[in-house]
């Protein structure tokens, strides 16, 4: 080797691969910052949205005074300010279940109260009904002056309230035929049911039935009139035994249109007196024609089976 050849320097260079500094966690930090401003974000406007006025006012408040107590905020403990002298404590809306959910549920839990305390009602007078019933029942079983005539004395709930019916039977009418004049028994029957109509606060209604057989009497005089007169003759002597005249809500002639037994028209029973103590629902619609066509579908369900006083019933 020549010693130009030792004096010879080589210089190899060679790349260095750069290192990069660990980031660590911190954009993580930053990102769940962000998520949680958003959450709130949208939290306050759900609130917004949901609350009250006078909610909206408090929380209102709050983000422009929130460490004093203003309307329904609530005032930061000692010791617990947030930044910026936020407090860390939740605002008092009254709890969530107290957030009004908008007007047309508070509209349908209204009308669901309405029909709840009116079924309530419903179920309320069907029970007094009842009740009235049985106890009219037994005052007939006591009562020496209706002993001959039970056969006759049919009660029964019907939609419009309590119906006590006296009926004809073949040997014994209560009017003489063809009229409306009262036989004697039928006076004693009436004046015997009105001491116990009289102590019910309900109203009555009274209504006179005829068989179908054609009025052969006076021109222009039909069963029509004279089951209203029917009627009206037991109306007079109820008010005669004490019945008030205000309790009387109704008198009605129906003639043969409601027979009580449809197979047979020409039925004996069919001639009847009808009295019914009157459900409220029924009572108001006595005095109203527009609620007259509800009443069967608000009182009560559909009439009960009809038994008479006696097991010897027509």
Known sequence: MSEQDRDMVIVVRRSRRKKHGHHG?????????????????????????????????????????????????????????????????????????????????????????????????????????????????????????LEPFKDQLLLDITPEGLRIQIVDKQNRPMFDTGSATLKSYTVAILHELAGFIDQAPNK????????????????????????????????????????????????????ASVPFDKVNPSDPINRRISIIMMTKQAQDAALSQEQAEAVPSRTLPSPVTITPLASGAP
Do not use: C
Request: hydrophobic letters at 40%; zero cysteines.
């Open 25 to 145: 966690g911190a954009w993580k930090v930053a990102y769940a910052d962000f998520v949680t401003a958003m959450m709130a974000f949208f939290l306050v406007m759900w609130l917004l949205g949901v609350g009250t006025r006078q909610q909206r006012a408090a929380i209102a408040e709050y983000f422009k005074n929130p460490s004093m107590a203003q309307g329904n905020a609530t005032m930061a403990p000692p010791g617990r300010m947030g930044p910026g002298g936020a407090s860390d404590s939740m605002i008092k809306l009254g709890g969530a279940m107290d957030i009004p959910h908008g007007p047309g549920k508070d509209r349908r839990a209204s009308r669901a109260d309405a029909a709840d305390v009116e079924k309530q009602a419903r179920e309320h007078e069907k029970e007094r009904l009842e009740n009235l019933m049985q106890q009219l029942r037994a005052a007939i079983e006591k009562s020496q002056a």
């Open 204 to 255: 009555v209604s009274i209504s006179g039935h005829t068989d179908d057989a054609p009025y052969s009497g006076v021109s222009q005089y039909s069963n029509w009139e004279l089951s209203a007169d029917r009627a009206n003759a037991a109306r007079r002597a109820l008010l005669d035994a004490g019945l008030e005249e205000g309790k009387i809500a109704r008198v009605v002639g129906l003639a």
